[in-house]
């Protein structure tokens, strides 16, 4: 269980790692993605779309 936000670095101006468990009321469930995205062949891009698929 994780009781606060963890963030990668500074906290609310960075990605967040894990959100927080605890709260009054959460109406649906939450998914949060963590990974990492690299451009074919490692050539800088100034723009990059990723897809993700589930199921």
Known sequence: MCLQDTWRDEP????LLYPSDLT???P???VLIVGTVRPPES???STFYALLRIG
């Not at 609310?12 to 990605?15: A, E, F």
């Open 12 to 15: 609310k101006r960075s990605s």
């Open 28 to 30: 649906t469930t939450e």
């Open 24 to 26: 009054a009321f959460k």
């Open 43 to 45: 050539h800088p891009l």
